[in-house]
């Protein structure tokens, strides 16, 4: 099993529509985010967390939320659903002292 | 917030032949990191980088951090065909808002020929 897993891997959805991203880990990593990847911009952050308690907004938040339901699961949700939230997004963790992030191999998300 | 330019965008290169990147800032970094990404899946960690100066290989990949801090390059020798991907440089800031985030540069889209 992958140290990180995002589910689903592909997601068409419509305009106005609400979903959710899921991110589980087994690494036992304090620290989760989310980014989105668009061709040519890299990889923006959108939300992290360092535990359970702690979740704060990165560069790109507008229009998502996210919920840290256990030190495993991140979870990003796109409240109503908009055709520029399309792109590719990706999980991550990292360990105390570990400057490295392991990531999951992202979900391709289309919005219609 | 802090940016990383990162260069070219894309190269087309023939097997064997040496590959070199670079990403650099305006503002100051306490950590440069290396990524590949394979088409499909996140990326990876290639090398990391911990203090001004220093200069790290792995096989066939060397990075250096520059000395003033704000930049970063990684060069590939005699290239392969499963070096085509996406090559990410990722840094962390000095301040105290860059705290545990990793700032990402565009990315280099690599493409060798056989």
């Known amino acids: 099993d992958a140290d990180v897993t995002q589910t689903p891997r592909n997601r068409i959805t419509k305009t106005g529509k609400r979903i959710m991203l899921e991110c589980s880990q087994t690494?036992?990593?304090?620290?989760m985010y989310w980014y989105r990847q668009d061709p040519g911009l890299g990889l923006r952050l959108i939300y992290y967390?360092?535990?359970?308690?702690?979740?704060n907004k990165g560069e790109i938040s507008d229009g998502y939320s996210v919920s840290r339901q256990a030190q495993a699961k991140f979870s990003l949700s796109l409240e109503s659903a908009i055709p520029n939230q399309t792109a590719l997004y990706f999980c991550?963790?990292?360990?105390?002292?570990?400057?490295?992030?392991?990531f999951g191999s992202g979900t391709r998300l289309t919005v219609v | 917030g802090q940016q990383l330019n990162q260069s070219p965008q894309s190269m087309f290169i023939q097997e064997g032949e040496d590959v070199s990147m670079n990403c650099t800032s305006s503002?100051?970094?306490?950590?440069w990191l290396w990524y590949k990404q394979d088409p499909g899946e996140g990326p990876v960690l290639l090398i990391a980088?911990?203090?001004?100066?220093e200069l790290t290989s792995n096989g066939r990949l060397t990075a250096q951090f520059g000395i003033t801090r704000k930049d970063s390059f990684l060069n590939i020798s005699a290239s392969i065909p499963s070096d085509v991907g996406i090559y990410f440089c990722?840094?962390?800031?000095?301040?105290?808002?860059?705290?545990?985030?990793?700032?990402f540069g565009q990315g280099t889209i690599l493409t060798v020929h056989p």
């Open positions: 990722a840094g962390q800031g000095a301040g105290g808002t860059s705290y545990g985030k990793l700032t």
């Open positions: 980088l911990y203090k001004a100066g």
């Open positions: 967390s360092f535990d359970v308690k702690d979740i």
């Open positions: 690494k036992g990593h304090d620290r």
């Open positions: 503002s100051i970094f306490n950590t």
């Open positions: 991550a963790t990292r360990g105390q002292g570990n400057y490295g992030y392991t």
